[in-house]
């Protein structure tokens, strides 16, 4: 069975900042990544994609992927205090017919 | 466009009833997904549809819980018999194709509170 993992936080940066969150997969085989979104009581909201190893950059997120040590990461710049969410890495699970989701990261941006 | 819809947004119902919730994926996606997500958990996948083919419903957490998805569109989860521990966020998700490649888009969920 395949497995996400990353920090639950909460990571705490002021507004401005640079925030990165971290994810680990335990399967190498994995081909795609995602990064969602979820506000409190909210459901998630797909960010980011990434496919390849290296960065792909959409506005203030940088989604950066290392398939040979199965991280991929998620840089958001110029953190604002509506970034303030729970961050969820998800990867295919084997079928391809579902996702397998870490269990978050919450960020917290103070203004 | 329209984005993935479910319904009810909210559904509170006694022990031991049936419940049904409904998705409406995003139309021309041929993929549908059942997600839940119980209070401080994290998401767990219930039942997978793409197309004609059989579904995936390895997922599901046991036999009072059943799907189907109608002309290849609209989805309904039954939780038949409900328990309390069946409380938790049901969500749906919609992607163009199937194959673990494509981007799921999540519909805005059924919050079942079982009492």
């Known amino acids: 069975q395949k497995e996400v993992e990353q920090n639950s936080g909460p990571l705490s940066v002021p507004e401005g900042a640079i925030a990165s969150l971290n994810c680990t997969y335990s399967?190498?085989?994995?081909?795609?990544f995602f990064w969602y979104r979820q506000y409190s009581g909210k459901s998630p909201e797909l960010i980011m994609s990434i496919y390849s190893n290296g960065d792909k950059e959409d506005g203030r997120f940088t989604a950066q992927l290392n398939k040979a040590s199965q991280y991929v990461s998620l840089l958001i710049r110029d953190s604002q205090p509506s970034d303030s969410a729970t961050y969820l890495c998800a990867v295919p699970n084997q079928a391809g017919t579902a996702l397998i989701f870490g269990k978050g990261t919450t960020l917290s941006v103070s203004s | 466009g329209a984005g993935v819809s479910q319904s009810p947004s909210n559904k509170v119902t006694e022990k031991g009833k049936d419940v049904e919730l409904r998705c409406d994926p995003i139309s021309g996606h041929t993929a549908l997904y059942w997600y839940r997500q119980s209070l401080g958990q994290g998401l767990e996948f219930l039942i997978y549809?793409?197309?004609?083919?059989?579904?995936?419903k390895s997922g599901l957490p046991s036999d009072r819980f059943s799907a189907e998805r109608t002309g290849g569109s609209v989805s309904t989860l039954t939780i038949q018999r409900t328990q309390q521990e069946d409380s938790a966020v049901y969500l749906c998700?919609?992607?163009?194709?199937?194959?673990?490649?494509?981007?799921?888009?999540f519909g805005p969920g059924t919050r079942l509170t079982v009492t």
């Open positions: 549809f793409q197309g004609n083919s059989a579904p995936d």
């Open positions: 399967d190498r085989g994995s081909q795609s």
């Open positions: 998700a919609s992607s163009l194709d199937a194959g673990g490649f494509y981007e799921q888009y």
